[in-house]
């Protein structure tokens, strides 16, 4: 059998998922990164049932960029936005894996930070990255539903 090489990764477990409960099913709308050029918020979720409060949290979020706000059908779906704050570009984009559902529990979302290994070099550049997904609008009971998100820093 051949001996794996020291510098070869293992392969990443799941994240984890501390908390029992319905999982939501997501997709993503929107997964980028761009400067902190502007006034941009610390790690934040925000949730959005609304075009209105979508194209405000576009708005904020691509305040440097101009790229058109993704189409989404919000007589069906609704919109959560996690954000990570202004850092380095030693992180890979913030990535949701899960989200839980429990009776009359917050609904909580776990995220992935992926951190450049040493090997991958680190830019001056400073960045907030974000994960935009959409889940059905009976999912999420309002837009000021209470939300825990859970960030799990991986190395890759």
């Not at 939501?24 to 949730?47: K, M, Q």
């Not at 009776?103 to 992926?114: D, V």
């Not at 070099?121 to 990255?129: F, H, K, L, Q, R």
Request: aromatic residues 6%; glycine residues 4%.
């Amino acid at each position: 059998t051949p001996t794996p090489s020291l510098l070869q990764s293992p392969p990443l477990p799941p994240t984890p998922t501390v908390l029992s409960g319905e999982s939501i099913p997501f997709e993503t709308i929107a997964h980028s990164r761009v400067g902190c050029s502007g006034n941009y918020p610390d790690s934040l979720v925000r949730i959005a049932v609304t075009v209105e409060q979508f194209m405000q949290l576009w708005t904020t979020l691509r305040s440097t960029i101009e790229d058109p706000m993704p189409s989404v059908d919000f007589a069906r779906d609704a919109v959560i936005v996690v954000v990570e704050e202004c850092s380095s570009d030693c992180r890979h984009n913030i990535e949701v894996k899960n989200i839980i559902r429990r009776q009359n529990e917050p609904i909580t979302i776990y995220a992935e930070r992926p951190m450049m290994t040493w090997d991958q070099g680190c830019e001056a550049a400073t960045s907030i990255s974000y994960h935009i997904v959409g889940v059905r609008q009976n999912a999420i009971p309002t837009a000021e539903a209470e939300l825990n998100l859970i960030v799990y820093d991986v190395y890759r």
